[in-house]
């Protein structure tokens, strides 16, 4: 299994909503990441987690709290979202201490804030 | 701090054209290079991952080069077809080698391929 599954792949949620993104992966990949994407802008990294820990985060807004359940899972928790948080969520995962393999994306969940 | 720029941001070619989509990159303690394939409200599909020692990388009709004492990576597509309209990104990768790291994207180059 070569792929990063995420799901739901499109969300309608209120401002006053709470939320969940999932992604998971079955490569054996110890690091995973959420990226957000805008229309027309490449990816921006928001988190990530290295056998399980959150290594990285990109000075996030608090309302979205991320976790990592276990080595194959990464969920992305949303909570009293902002209308500019529309956005295509890209979850990835790659090897650790191997830098000859890439990073692998899921084909990204579209969320929509009403 | 890393910058990645991609030349051109937009291109359309006729289908047959061999085209070139260039990336470029300000710091060259890079471990690797990677090249996307992006489709309109789709996830991010690899099509080449570039070592930092390495000089190229060939699939299919893709060929991607990396000069890194430059700073520069091209994408070579041979033959191009209509299949082959999409949004192509480059990343670097840099970062503690033991916690993942980062992935920093240029803006892209959105290729039509016509008819």
């Known amino acids: 299994d070569t792929e990063v599954t995420q799901t739901p792949k499109h969300l309608v949620m209120g401002m006053t909503n709470k939320k969940s993104l999932k992604c998971e992966q079955h490569?054996?990949?110890?690091?995973m990441y959420w990226y957000k994407q805008k229309a027309k802008k490449p990816p921006e990294l928001m988190f990530v987690?290295?056998?399980?820990?959150?290594?990285i985060n990109e000075s996030v807004p608090s309302r979205f709290s991320p976790e990592c359940p276990n080595s194959s899972l990464l969920n992305l928790h949303l909570h009293a979202l902002q209308p500019e948080d529309s956005a295509l969520y890209l979850c990835?995962?790659?090897?650790?201490?191997?830098?000859?393999?890439?990073?692998?994306f899921g084909s990204g969940t579209r969320l929509t804030v009403v | 701090k890393q910058e990645v720029t991609q030349i051109p941001a937009a291109l359309s070619v006729p289908e047959g054209e061999n085209l070139v989509l260039n990336c470029s990159f300000t710091?060259?303690?890079?471990?690797?290079l990677q090249w996307f394939r992006q489709d309109p409200g789709k996830g991010l599909t690899s099509l080449l991952l570039?070592?930092?020692?390495?000089r190229e990388q060939t699939s299919g009709r893709l060929n991607a080069s990396l000069d890194k004492s430059s700073g520069r990576s091209t994408l070579y597509i041979a033959a191009s077809q209509p299949g082959d309209s999409a949004t192509y990104l480059c990343?670097?990768?840099?970062?503690?080698?033991?916690?993942?790291?980062?992935?920093?994207f240029g803006q892209g180059t959105e290729l039509s391929v016509k008819p």
């Open positions: 990835a995962s790659s090897q650790l201490g191997q830098i000859s393999y890439g990073y692998t």
């Open positions: 490569m054996g990949h110890r690091a």
């Open positions: 987690y290295s056998y399980e820990k959150l290594s």
């Open positions: 710091d060259s303690a890079i471990y690797n």
């Open positions: 570039i070592q930092s020692s390495q």
């Open positions: 990343a670097v990768r840099r970062g503690i080698y033991n916690q993942g790291g980062k992935l920093i």
